[in-house]
């Protein structure tokens, strides 16, 4: 069973930043890409960013290409997401995503396990 642990939501102004963190095993971050996704209410869960298992490579949406960063710290055994220049669309539960494999893909039914998810609140 893998365990992921989503820390870092609130709520903030646009033009703020936040960094969320997701707390995963050492074997999970070893094995599997990791990915952010959301949803905002009335909406479907959308993919946000992934990055492959050794770190190399980070894919992100359109959405948020040049304003959030994913990245991980193995000696941490954490995952983040870096979120800078918040906008109101941006509000949603954001949710921490180990992917069933290691390669990174950006559909969700890829991801086989998933947080509780963290609120995220960008006022205007």
């Known amino acids: 069973q893998v365990q992921l642990v989503e820390s870092g939501g609130g709520l903030v102004q646009a033009g703020d930043s936040l960094r969320l963190s997701c707390a995963a095993s050492e074997r999970t971050l070893r094995l599997k890409a990791m990915g952010w996704f959301r949803q905002a209410p009335t909406k479907e869960r959308e993919f946000v960013a992934a990055?492959?298992?050794?770190?190399?490579?980070?894919y992100y949406a359109h959405s948020v290409e040049g304003r959030f960063t994913i990245s991980k710290d193995n000696a941490k055994n954490t995952v983040y997401l870096q979120m800078n220049s918040l906008k109101p669309e941006d509000t949603a539960v954001y949710y921490c995503?180990?992917?069933?494999?290691?390669?990174?893909?950006?559909?969700?039914?890829?991801?086989?396990?998933w947080g509780q998810g963290t609120q995220v609140t960008v006022s205007s």
């Open positions: 995503a180990a992917h069933r494999m290691a390669y990174v893909t950006m559909r969700i039914e890829d991801f086989g396990s």
């Open positions: 990055i492959t298992r050794s770190g190399s490579n980070t």
